[in-house]
């Protein structure tokens, strides 16, 4: 059962920015598609950024590019998501999660990610 850790969450001024870190329990992530997904109270989880096993490829909803990136280290067993020029509507608990399959990277449904941290909160003050 691989385990997910979120950290770097918190509390920024609108147009500031936060790095969040995810942490896996092993390395067997590192053939894994990674992502972020965030959720706001009465919305649906939205798939924030996704990444491939090999950082070769990437996805990220339309409200945050050129905003937002997402990395990976496998050699540390890492993901990251560097959040730039943050807006209030940005505001939500953020979740890293993964999943085996090669394309879920890219897959906005929820319940195709197997794998899911606690989360971590965000919250952006104008």
């Known amino acids: 059962q691989v385990q997910l850790d979120e950290s770097g969450g918190g509390l920024v001024q609108v147009g500031g920015s936060l790095r969040l870190s995810c942490a896996a329990s092993?390395?067997?992530?590192?053939?894994?598609?990674m992502g972020w997904f965030r959720q706001v109270p009465g919305k649906e989880r939205e798939l924030v950024a996704g990444?491939?096993?090999?950082?070769?490829?990437?996805y990220y909803l339309d409200s945050v590019k050129g905003r937002f990136t997402i990395s990976r280290d496998n050699a540390k067993n890492m993901a990251y998501l560097q959040m730039n020029s943050l807006k209030p509507e940005d505001t939500a608990v953020y979740y890293c999660?993964?999943?085996?399959?090669?394309?879920?990277?890219?897959?906005?449904?929820?319940?195709?990610?197997?794998?899911w941290g606690q989360g971590t909160q965000v919250t952006v003050s104008s």
């Open positions: 092993e390395g067997t992530v590192n053939t894994f598609s």
């Open positions: 990444i491939r096993w090999s950082g070769s490829n990437t």
């Open positions: 999660t993964s999943d085996p399959l090669l394309t879920t990277y890219y897959n906005t449904d929820r319940t195709s990610w197997r794998y």
